[in-house]
């Protein structure tokens, strides 16, 4: 049935209810990555929430990443959490961002983008409404790229106190660091025959393999190089990306 929706519906607009079915639905179906962005999150009060993600971490096949937003008067607010430290033993990646404030969740199949946080408040006692789109249109590609460009930005790490080993703060006209995107902002592969070519996503082809592209390319055809990391990958107009790189 979900297959059915996300093939013939490419978007659709939820309420609230309908949001967080997805929710669970976009977390329970995910095979190979889980992309949770949201500034706030209470997990110890979301048993439920916490039990879907044991169980897609559980897979061993999902990687699950959660971006929190990072305040610096609040500054363990996503990682105050009993729970938290358990699914990152099993392989929970968090990362905080200075200033987050959208909230969207993204799989490979589908991303949801809504104003649902994921926190009791959120989830129980709020008006929220939600946008779902299938992975493999445009605007999906389009959401990606726009969270990309968002983590493309010039790393720092977080100011004096946090001595914290995991989150990398990814703040506007900061100074470049040695983040692998500032290498990666001038060097791509064309995504057909892996040949160096300046790192553009909407762009990803050489010039010798655009003209076969345009000529008969589906935007979805499958291609055979990451072209972020060159590695043989299979990737499309689409989504140009490997999973590693697509999420940053
Ligand atoms: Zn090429
Ligand atoms: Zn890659």
Redesign the pocket.
């Known amino acids: 049935m979900a297959e059915v929706v996300a093939q013939v519906l490419e978007v659709e607009i939820l309420d609230k209810r309908e949001t967080v079915a997805r929710l669970y639905e976009l977390i329970d179906q995910a095979e190979r990555r889980l992309l949770l962005i949201s500034p706030y999150v209470s997990l110890d009060k979301l048993r439920d929430l916490y039990r879907a993600l044991d169980d897609a971490l559980d897979k061993k096949t999902v990687k699950v990443t959660l971006v929190g937003r990072d305040c610096p008067d609040e500054r363990n607010f996503v990682m105050k959490s009993d729970l938290l430290p358990k699914l990152q033993a099993k392989g929970l990646e968090v990362r905080l961002l200075k200033d987050l404030h959208a909230k969207m969740y993204v799989s490979e199949k589908a991303a949801l983008v809504t104003s649902l946080n994921l926190t009791d408040a959120s989830m129980n006692n709020s008006i929220e409404v939600g946008m779902w789109l299938a992975a493999g249109t445009e605007a999906y590609g389009d959401l990606i790229r726009v969270w990309k460009q968002q983590k493309a930005e010039p790393a720092v790490t977080t100011e004096s106190d946090s001595g914290h080993s995991k989150p990398t703060l990814v703040a506007r006209g900061a100074p470049q660091t040695r983040k692998r995107t500032s290498k990666a902002i001038l060097e791509g592969c064309c995504i057909r025959c892996g040949t160096e070519i300046e790192l553009d996503d909407a762009k990803p082809f050489c010039r010798e393999c655009y003209p076969a592209f345009s000529a008969r390319g589906s935007p979805t055809a499958k291609q055979n190089f990451?072209?972020?990391?060159?590695?043989k990958?299979s990737t499309s107009f689409a989504k140009p990306?490997?999973?590693?790189?697509?999420y940053g």
């Open positions: 990451c072209h972020e990391c060159g590695r990958e990306l490997c999973d590693d790189c697509f």
